[in-house]
Every structure is written in C-alpha cells, then in structure tokens.
C-alpha cells in the first residue's frame, strides 16, 4: 500500500508570493491533517479535513488555508509569504481522524524556504 | 489547554547502552500518547502508542507505559543501536467529552538521539 505523498518536496518562494502545497493521502484514509515544524516553535498543527471538510484549526493566521477534494487529496495554501513561513510542511493521513481510536501516518513533507 | 514536554536533548550514548527519553503531559480529557520517530531527511512514523492507564507500548526494542498518577510517558530501550539515531516525539491526542479533537496531535519539542559505534 502506497504511503502519504506529498509534492513538491522542495519549494523557494519570495516574501509576498503565494504558495500551494499538495498531499495524496494513504488510499482509503478520508482524514488529512497538516503541521508545520520549525527549529523554534517544533510541530505545531494547522488544520485538519474530513470528507472535504474543515473540522478543526491551529492557532495560524488567515493567510494559511486549505482544502480537500473529493479523492481525500488535499491542499494547503500560504497567501504573503513571510521569512517566518520557512518551515517543513507535513501532511498526515488517517481513517477517521479521532487520535484516540486511529493513528496518523506521516509523509516526507515539504520544505519551503522563503527568502 | 493540552501540553507535552520532552527532556532536553541531545541525547548522546555508546551503542548497546540504556536509553530513558523523558516525556510528561497536561491534558484535558482523555489522551492517548504516542512515540513518533523522525529520520534524517523523512517524515515521522509512528513508534509505539498508548490508549489508556497503566498500558505499555512497544515497537523494536521501544516501550513506554502510560502512567496516569504521574502524567508521564517515558521511552525506554535495553540496548540501542546506531541506526536508532533520529529525533524522537512524545505527542497526545484527546478525546473530550462529547466530540474529540479531531486530526490535531500536540507534540513535544523532540529530543534528539546520537548513538556511536
């Protein structure tokens, strides 16, 4: 069974650029969840979709969003980027979404460097 | 809110030594506690988990037993290796009352482990 894939792998943007970054989640996982891992902040959840649904956000501003498709592929976009965005981007998939009862699994992430 | 902290790292040992990552939490409703493991250059996969008191995960060598009378979730294993190298992260995931936190796992801040020939 094919794992999370995330594309691109590597991405450099400028300041006020916009930038969208994919995930193909593990076939049948209907739950995709995104982190973003810096070196000062470490991981820290940014939003989570449900059969193409939002059911639960981080504390990240407006400019960070996202979406997913009918197929459980989903998006994230940053609008303005800023120095501060520089960061890995980790997509993760599961079942069901609710941690107690299914585990999430992980894909390679996106490293986007803003400059 | 809900909250992990990790010891601080990094963590050097010789290989075939014992290794104690120290991990407690704050939580509100029920959590289930996991240790991920991230290498060089990947994402993370998941290590071992725990869903409620007084279990023991284990995975590879790797275990930690959910102790609720002290909130912790310490990894530990007899003998490392030198491919055991990578940082690894304590995380929760609560189920509250009436609903649960959906898809957001609250990670440590990783600790990272350096085992030498």
């Known amino acids: 069974k094919a794992g999370v894939t995330q594309t691109p792998r590597y991405l450099i943007k400028t300041r006020g650029q916009q930038v969208t970054l994919s995930c193909s989640p593990i076939s049948g996982h209907r739950s995709v969840s995104w982190y973003q891992q810096t070196p000062g902040q470490g991981l820290q959840f940014l939003f989570e979709y449900f059969s193409e649904t939002q059911r639960n956000k981080g504390n990240f501003p407006g400019r960070f969003s996202g979406r997913q498709f009918s197929n459980s592929r989903s998006e994230m976009n940053v609008s303005t980027l800023e120095l501060g965005d520089s960061a890995l981007y980790l997509c993760?998939?599961?079942?069901?979404?609710?941690?107690?009862?299914?585990?999430?699994?992980f894909g390679p992430g996106t490293r986007l460097t803003v400059t | 809110g809900n909250s992990v902290t990790q010891m601080e790292g990094p963590v050097t040992l010789s290989e075939e030594a014992f290794l104690t990552i120290n991990c407690t939490y704050t939580?509100?409703?029920?959590?289930?506690l996991f240790w991920y493991v991230q290498y060089p250059g990947e994402g993370l996969q998941l290590l071992l988990k725990?869903?409620?008191?007084?279990d023991k995960g284990s995975n590879k060598g790797f275990e930690a037993t959910y102790r609720k009378e002290t909130t912790s979730f310490h990894l530990e294993k007899g003998s490392v290796q030198v491919s055991d190298s990578a940082v690894y992260f304590c995380?929760?995931?609560?189920?509250?009352?009436?609903?649960?936190?959906?898809?957001?796992?609250?990670f440590g801040q990783g600790t990272i482990l350096t085992v030498h020939p």
């Open positions: 995380a929760l995931s609560v189920a509250n009352a009436g609903g649960t936190s959906y898809g957001k796992l609250t």
């Open positions: 725990a869903t409620k008191a007084d």
């Open positions: 939580a509100t409703g029920y959590p289930s």
């Open positions: 993760a998939s599961s079942l069901t979404g609710q941690g107690f009862y299914d585990e999430q699994y």
